[in-house]
């Protein structure tokens, strides 16, 4: 534009502006000004990435691997720093910052360190150690991380708790209905055998209970365990002890009544059949081991 031109387009622009100020009315459209400025945002940001210059200030290099110069870096980190502080002091959650935004954050920054030191052949938690041999921890950070594991599982088992998450159970269980299910879907009985197996010739090696690990003299199992092992197992153990029957036969026809479950029963049968107790016979069915285990 000419001079005269863009004299006479900037006296218009303030007139329009008095008059829209005096009105209470804002100078330019909010939508089509919030748009504009983040265009212009864009192309700025574009333009000062391509001279690999701060994206903030315009004025200094970009650091290393990021997009802002030091100096904008640093009062950024302080400005976030005080945040943080004021939000702590007023008790909010992660500072007053988004919680699932954090914690999304924080997960990813955790699988990063992880693969690094799963990479570099060091123990997944601590960082300092070589781990197991099969394992991704150190032996130092799984002992104690099985520590920590029994007790809470000792805890919740007194409290009555499940030991996978801490609901309520029912009838004594050590987990929860959810918590069952959904270990029963991710077990891997290939991977649990094979501990066991290991565990198992650990335990025998060292002449302990392949049960409960206590010493067991050279057997591989101690009393105690044996004993539980024998009575939980399959094995024959006499005769059973089944609830006696009775059935009222009459003499005269051959004609059976019951079985009936008690005396009362027989009494009640005789009473309604209208049975002379001369003229019937009364067989009992009763275990041969009844006799034997009469405090059961």
């Known amino acids: 534009m000419c001079e005269p031109c863009a004299a006479k387009r900037n006296a218009a622009s303030r007139t329009r502006d008095a ?53 904008c870096l640093e009062k950024r980190r302080a400005a976030d720093r005080a945040k943080y502080a004021a939000g702590k002091a007023a008790g909010l959650k992660y500072g007053g910052a988004d919680a699932e935004a954090k914690r999304r954050a924080g997960r990813a920054k955790s699988k990063r360190r992880q693969k690094e030191r799963q990479e570099a052949g060091l123990c997944i938690r601590c960082g300092k150690h070589p781990p197991v041999e099969g394992g991704t921890t150190c032996r130092p950070c799984r002992d104690k991380r099985q520590a920590a594991e029994r007790r809470q599982y000792a805890e919740r088992r007194a409290a009555g708790c499940c030991t996978r998450c801490g609901g309520p159970v029912h009838d004594g269980l050590s987990r929860c209905v959810p918590c069952a299910v959904i270990e029963e879907a991710s077990r891997n009985p290939e991977r649990k055998n094979a501990r066991s197996r290991k565990l198992y010739a650990e335990r025998r090696a060292r002449r302990l209970c392949t049960s409960c690990g206590a010493p067991s003299q ?54 309604f059949e209208k049975l002379d107790r001369g003229r019937v016979e009364i067989v009992t069915d009763a275990s041969p081991m009844a006799r034997y285990a009469a405090w059961t």
């Open 19 to 71: 008059r829209l100020r005096a009105e209470g009315k804002p100078r330019r459209d909010p939508v089509r000004a919030a748009e504009y400025e983040r265009e212009r945002s864009r192309r700025e940001r574009a333009a000062r990435l391509a001279e690999d210059t701060c994206t903030r200030c315009g004025k200094r290099p970009a650091a290393d691997g990021r997009s802002s110069c030091e100096s």
């Open 218 to 271: 050279g057997a591989s199992r101690c009393a105690p365990c044996a004993e539980k092992s024998y009575h939980g197992s399959a094995h024959f153990k006499g005769i059973p002890v089944w609830d006696p029957t009775w059935t009222v036969i009459e003499l005269d026809t051959g004609r059976e009544h019951g079985p009936f479950d008690s005396e009362a029963d027989v009494a009640l049968c005789l009473a």
